[in-house]
Each structure stands twice: as structure tokens, then as C-alpha cells.
């Protein structure tokens, strides 16, 4: 009993004096750089993932990258799309890819053409300014088909597959977005082989554009790996055997 009340006196001189501490709040040292190290080595372990897949899509797309002169026959030449102006007149990157397709065209490689990009909207309207370029060069319009929903590289060529029927295609693109596109087309079962529009005419891509390739690229892994998504819109089938004028809407 006079012991309990000892403690019970001493504690209260301890209070009084200030000689108590508070027990810190929060985590022990140890533990917060345990939890750092952690996050850390998340970090590099995604960063050395996204750099491998980026790796693999390159090295598979680049295999059946080649020049113009070498390029087998197709069934078709796919022109895959990039900004147009609010005059509606072209980007530097689409008019390099148009210019290039049109050099491939007159090779004779492919007899039909298609020219993919998004017209989702009604003021917005890449792939009429696309046919345009190559009527306007006297390519038959009845050798131009027009994908008006081609609003991703991965639905470009899927609906390449689905919607008009190829199997053997030529894609043309600058060498960054190149090596994705070709590594898409063969995980979709296309025979596919790409001719980099910027061999034909230099091109102006930034670090940001390579930067921004590397995501795509990832999402082009997972894409035709694992999710494997249907395109916005699909609809009944075009034969690129057939008029490409039938896809004309103006």
C-alpha cells in the first residue's frame, strides 16, 4: 500500500517538474527508411520493366522494317494519320507520311491504298484531306480507301484486318511510330512490313515524341497481349478487293 502510494507521489513530482516526456509521434526512423527503400525500389523495378517491354516492341517491329526498294508486294499501302490544321490543311508529320505513300504508290508495291486516321467528328476531319492528297495527284479514287475510324494505331490495324479484309500490308509511318505499328500488325496476324516515311523526307520528331513512344509502346504490349480490345467501331466489311470509293462521304 505506502509503496503504490510512493510511486503515485513520485509520479506526480515528475509531472509537475516537466521531467515526464511524450512518446514521439509517428514512425520510428528505421521503419520510415525501410518504407523509402521500398518505394525506391518500386520505382527502378517499373522503370526497368517499362524499358524492357519498350526494348521488345522495338526489336520485333524492326525486324520487318525495310527500304522502299525492298519491300514485298501487298494487298494494300496503309498511310496512318496525324493532326490536320483548323484550315484543314496538313501537318508536317502527316504531309511527310502522304508524301512518302504516294513515292511507295507509284513503285507499284500496292495497288490499293488506305488511309487511316480520325474523323470522329464532324470539324474534324483527317482522312478526307488524306484521299484528297492522292486524287489530287491523279491516283484513282477507286484506289483509295478511307478508314474514318482509325482514331489509334492499334485500331488503324485492327480494322485493317477486320473491316477491309487485308492480309498483307505495307504501313507507312515515321521510323519512331514505325517499329510500334509493325509490332501491333503482327501480333494481330497481319504480314506486315513497314517503309519509315521519314527515309523518303527527314522529319522533325523531338525527345518529347520518343518519350511519349515508349508509353505507346508499353500500351501496344498490353494491348495485343493481355486486354486485346475490340476498336470504337467495327461495322460491316469494305473488301480491299473492291471500290474505295464506297467509303467516300462527301
Not at 502510494?5 to 509537475?16: G, P
Not at 488524306?130 to 478508314?147: G, H, L, Q, S
Amino acid at each position: 500500500m505506502s509503496s503504490d502510494m510512493s510511486k503515485k507521489c513520485r509520479h506526480d513530482m515528475e509531472r509537475e517538474s516537466g521531467e515526464t516526456r511524450e512518446k514521439p509521434v509517428g514512425f520510428p526512423r528505421a521503419r520510415r527508411k525501410r518504407i523509402m527503400a521500398y518505394c525506391v525500389g518500386l520505382a527502378l523495378l517499373l522503370c526497368a520493366a517499362t524499358l524492357t517491354v519498350n526494348g521488345y516492341v522495338s526489336k520485333v517491329g524492326a525486324r520487318y522494317i525495310v527500304a522502299a526498294a525492298d519491300v514485298p508486294k501487298a494487298d494494300a499501302m496503309l498511310v496512318l494519320g496525324a493532326g490536320v490544321l483548323p484550315d484543314g490543311s496538313l501537318s508536317d508529320a502527316l504531309d511527310n507520311r502522304l508524301s512518302a505513300g504516294y513515292e511507295l504508290y507509284k513503285t507499284g508495291k500496292a495497288e490499293k491504298v488506305i488511309v487511316s486516321g480520325d474523323h470522329g467528328k464532324r470539324n474534324y476531319d483527317e482522312v478526307n484531306a488524306m484521299k484528297k492528297y492522292f486524287t489530287d495527284r491523279n491516283v484513282p479514287a477507286e484506289k483509295v480507301f478511307m478508314d474514318h475510324a482509325g482514331f489509334t494505331t492499334y485500331e488503324s490495324l485492327y480494322r485493317a484486318r477486320e473491316i477491309f479484309q487485308v492480309k498483307r500490308v505495307i504501313i507507312i509511318t515515321q521510323q519512331y511510330h514505325l517499329k510500334r505499328a509493325v509490332f501491333i500488325a503482327r501480333e494481330l496476324g497481319l504480314e506486315a512490313y513497314g517503309v519509315a516515311s521519314d527515309s523518303y523526307y527527314p522529319a522533325a520528331i523531338t525527345l518529347w515524341d520518343h518519350a511519349r513512344e515508349i508509353a505507346a509502346r508499353n500500351k501496344a504490349a498490353l494491348f495485343t497481349k493481355i486486354i486485346k480490345p475490340k476498336p470504337t467501331f467495327l461495322g460491316e466489311t469494305i473488301p480491299i478487293t473492291g471500290d474505295g470509293r464506297v467509303t467516300d462521304d462527301k
